[in-house]
């Protein structure tokens, strides 16, 4: 099936970059499909996803706010978004829509090879975005997690279900981290740094060998990606993320390879 009518729901919606990545790949591969951006406020995602239906929707990706609210409307969920309770992909089948969850996916592309088994790693935020990573952290086979939060009790919760999970998990506060060597991985999963801003929490002591991945896109280049680059340690930008839920999506859609170049350059010239 080459055809059908995609769209990205949630709340603000203008500057997502969704739309761009999408129609890039469709232009690519020749594909007769539109992707649209529809803002959907909170309180009305019921009535959302039921215009949606009406308008014959293929499928639809999820964001802020609706991630988790979108589970109590799906007629089947994948065993990631139900391990996650989030979803952030939606696909209609046959008039049944089934809910994925590429966010963990797309966290772990980029970092394929960088061999997470046994890891110990540093999460900050404990969000949602924070709860697919830790899943993640634990489908690799990471040993260890700590988990810094502004919000204690958020971050015990996070740090109780990575325990479900098999990591070795703590909880600490965001504003007492001020050592952070001896972690493989530092993933900031926390909303602070968007539009600028100094990194959550000091990175002049970082390990050159540990991997400091930012999820937050917009800008690019944030506080801590900056921080970290000039403590020399690798970086990895939340863009690559962002493609890869974004591609994971595209293959759950339509069943072929997505053209990942073609998105990257749609992302990268948009952002
Ligand atoms: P969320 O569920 O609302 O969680 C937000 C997290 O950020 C919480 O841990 C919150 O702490 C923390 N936080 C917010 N403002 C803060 C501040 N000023 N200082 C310190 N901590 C702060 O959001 P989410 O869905 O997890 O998303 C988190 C970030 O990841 C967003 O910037 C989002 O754009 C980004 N994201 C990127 C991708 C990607 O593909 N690259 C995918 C998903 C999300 P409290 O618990 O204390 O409130």
Redesign the pocket.
């Known amino acids: 099936m080459t055809g059908g009518t995609y769209a990205v729901i949630g709340d603000p919606i203008d500057h997502s970059l969704s739309p761009a990545m999408h129609s890039a790949a469709f232009r690519e591969l020749g594909m007769d499909c539109s992707y649209i951006a529809y803002r959907v406020p909170r309180g009305e995602l019921e009535e959302g996803v039921d215009s949606l239906r009406g308008a014959g929707i293929s499928g639809f990706n999820v ?3 609706h ?1 988790e609210g979108i589970m109590g409307l799906l007629d089947r969920t994948d065993e990631t978004c139900s391990l996650v309770g ?1 979803a ?1 992909t939606v696909k209609d089948e046959g008039g049944s829509l089934r809910g994925y969850n590429t ?1 963990m996916g ?2 772990l592309e980029p970092l394929k090879g960088a061999a997470l088994g046994g890891a110990s790693a540093l999460l ?9 990573i830790a899943a993640g952290l634990a489908r690799e086979g990471a040993s260890k997690v700590t988990i810094a ?3 204690p ?3 015990r919760d996070l740090a109780a279900f990575a325990g479900r999970l098999g990591l070795e998990a703590r909880a600490v506060r ?1 504003a007492d981290v001020s050592d952070v060597s001896g972690y493989d991985l530092i993933v ?7 539009g600028g ?1 100094p990194s ?1 929490v000091p990175l002049g002591r970082i390990d050159k060998n540990t991997i400091a991945y930012d ?4 800008p690019m280049r944030t506080g801590f990606v900056r921080e970290a680059q000039e403590a020399g340690a690798r970086v990895i930008h ?9 591609a994971l999506a595209f293959e759950i859609w339509h069943g072929r390879e997505a053209p990942r170049a073609a998105m990257k350059r749609a992302l990268l010239g948009g952002a």
């Open positions: 964001t802020i706010p991630k989030a952030n966010d797309g966290f900050l935020g404990a969000g949602g975005a924070a709860r697919a939060n502004r919000t009790e958020r971050g965001l900031n999963a926390t909303a602070a740094g968007m801003g959550p999820i937050v896109y917009m939340g863009y690559e993320m962002l493609l890869g839920q974004a």
